[in-house]
């Protein structure tokens, strides 16, 4: 398994893990921003193992979070004796959140930051950490931008780990979410200078939610205004081409109100979105 996920040194691996978790010993007291992922799961596990009731996870009560991964975050955290707790957070009051420009994720993370902050200096929390590794730091991720200004800590990336190497650390752990998609919010699934509202990232939850029960695992609903364009993964593309799953789709999104259904040939890609932007864009905040 080991092979598979890319990881060429299994020693050095455990290294890293060691050295995150010293990091977070000496971080006395955290409160982890957790969505539930794969990375913010084990970086929630292992600030759990390390400070015991010293961390606290908390996930932003946002209409842009599925309601089916804040089921499984609280599975999750359960199942681990992890102490979590939701945080209200407004940014669909922000016009700059809902004008949906490049920068979006940059004003959705500073509400989220801005909201940890104060429960941190409420309750005497020295630091907020978020699941960041070492292959995101190359991508376009706005959010970054704002735990910069906020000072939030990004552990995973301090001590080295890439994301192969947090899903087999988190597989060995015992971890549901080793190998749990990647995921984001729903708002992403709005092209930039649409306007984001609830209704719409409800809209498209709904749709995906539907794309589940039809059996597919990696995918992404986009919302076109009158067109509904799925992705999903290459490989489970023959399983979408074909007359009577092309029916299935059409009747689950026109009854959403869409006027066309299109399923999207490239297949499920991150960041599809992030296609249209100008080089001069891709510059995080």
């Given at each position: 398994?080991?092979?598979?996920?890319?990881?060429?040194?299994?020693v050095?691996?455990?290294?890293?893990?060691?050295?995150?978790?010293?990091?977070?010993?000496?971080m006395g007291?955290?409160?982890?921003?957790?969505?539930?992922?794969?990375?913010?799961?084990?970086?929630?596990?292992?600030?759990?193992?390390?400070?015991?009731s010293?961390?606290v996870?908390m996930t932003?009560?946002?209409?842009?979070?599925?309601?089916?991964?804040?089921?499984?975050a609280?599975?999750?955290?359960?199942?681990?004796?992890?102490a979590?707790?939701?945080?209200?957070?407004?940014?669909?009051?922000?016009?700059?959140?809902?004008?949906?420009?490049?920068d979006?994720?940059?004003h959705?993370?500073?509400?989220?930051?801005?909201?940890?902050?104060?429960?941190?200096?409420?309750?005497?929390?020295?630091?907020?950490?978020?699941?960041?590794?070492?292959?995101?730091?190359?991508?376009?991720?706005?959010?970054?931008?704002?735990?910069?200004?906020?000072?939030?800590a990004?552990?995973?990336?301090?001590?080295?780990?890439?994301?192969?190497?947090?899903?087999?650390?988190?597989?060995?752990?015992g971890?549901?979410t080793?190998?749990?998609?990647?995921?984001?919010?729903?708002?992403?699934?709005?092209?930039?200078?649409t306007?984001?509202?609830?209704?719409?990232?409800?809209?498209?939850?709904?749709?995906?939610?539907?794309?589940?029960?039809?059996?597919?695992?990696?995918?992404?609903?986009?919302?076109?205004?009158?067109?509904a364009?799925?992705?999903?993964?290459?490989?489970?593309?023959?399983?979408?081409?074909?007359m009577?799953?092309a029916?299935?789709?059409?009747?689950?999104?026109?009854?959403?109100?869409?006027?066309?259904v299109?399923?999207?040939?490239?297949?499920?890609?991150?960041?599809?979105l992030n296609e249209?932007?100008?080089?001069?864009?891709?510059?995080?905040?």
């Amino acid at each position: 398994m080991t092979a598979l996920l890319g990881i060429s040194d299994p020693v050095q691996v455990r290294e890293k893990e060691e050295r995150l978790f010293e990091i977070l010993r000496g971080m006395g007291r955290v409160i982890v921003a957790f969505s539930g992922g794969t990375d913010s799961a084990y970086l929630a596990w292992a600030a759990n193992r390390v400070l015991g009731s010293g961390a606290v996870a908390m996930t932003a009560d946002s209409a842009s979070l599925p309601e089916s991964h804040k089921r499984d975050a609280e599975a999750f955290v359960a199942r681990f004796g992890i102490a979590h707790e939701y945080v209200q957070t407004l940014e669909f009051e922000n016009p700059d959140y809902v004008r949906n420009g490049p920068d979006r994720c940059f004003h959705c993370k500073d509400e989220l930051f801005t909201r940890l902050e104060q429960v941190g200096r409420e309750r005497g929390y020295e630091h907020i950490v978020y699941g960041v590794n070492v292959d995101d730091l190359g991508d376009y991720r706005p959010g970054q931008g704002a735990a910069r200004n906020h000072r939030v800590a990004a552990p995973l990336a301090d001590a080295g780990l890439t994301k192969a190497e947090i899903r087999e650390l988190s597989r060995q752990a015992g971890l549901p979410t080793w190998d749990r998609p990647a995921s984001a919010c729903l708002s992403s699934r709005i092209p930039y200078g649409t306007p984001v509202t609830i209704q719409t990232v409800k809209t498209v939850e709904t749709g995906e939610e539907e794309l589940k029960a039809l059996g597919f695992r990696q995918f992404r609903v986009r919302f076109h205004g009158e067109v509904a364009r799925i992705e999903v993964a290459r490989e489970e593309m023959p399983k979408a081409l074909n007359m009577e799953m092309a029916q299935r789709f059409t009747e689950v999104f026109k009854a959403l109100g869409f006027k066309y259904v299109t399923l999207d040939l490239e297949g499920y890609r991150q960041g599809s979105l992030n296609e249209v932007l100008k080089p001069a864009q891709h510059r995080q905040p």
